[in-house]
């Protein structure tokens, strides 16, 4: 398996959610019936398997999720869970400068999200956000992109 940096993975799945809903047409129930099975809850646990955190992750490959960094941060053990179902998790690859984090999952058969060319971001287009914030379980909301930036090597950051 070639890792792919989480970060490219994050714009990739902005772009590919963004493209799908505009280019398909989709309306925001249809868009979030396609999407909803690639986004799982995270939930961290410390050494005496007490809860501490949870945050929101998303199938990018067979068995690999990307979730932020500092969800796993200050956890010893965490799963995949969604509805009534848990997986046992482990990081694959840390990408703290830009707090993402790709997790692997033996066994799990969730289906990845199609991921876009990032060049087809743009100021001004319309997105979605699939999560699971404050303890809620798989929500949906709407934005634009309000900005793009570049790194010096004119590459998105």
């Known amino acids: 398996m070639t890792f792919v940096s989480p970060r490219f993975v994050a714009l990739m799945l902005l772009a590919t959610i963004s493209a799908t809903a505009q280019a398909q047409g989709l309306a ?73 984090c790709q997790i692997k999952v033996a066994n799990f058969t969730a289906p990845a999200v199609e991921l876009a060319d990032i060049n087809k971001l743009g100021v001004g287009a319309k997105v979605y956000a699939i999560g699971n914030p404050r303890g809620l379980e798989v929500t949906l909301s709407d934005g634009l992109i309000s900005g793009l930036r570049k790194t010096d090597k004119d590459e998105l950051e």
């Open 28 to 100: 925001p129930d249809i868009l979030f019936e396609k999407v909803s099975p690639s986004v799982w809850v995270v939930q961290t646990s410390d050494a005496q398997g007490r809860p501490v955190g949870r945050g929101s992750a998303v199938v990018t490959a067979p068995g690999r999720l990307v979730t932020n960094c500092h969800v796993l941060a200050k956890s010893n053990s965490f799963v995949v869970k969604r509805d009534n179902v848990s997986y046992g998790a482990t990081l694959e690859f840390p990408d703290p400068e830009r707090d993402l």
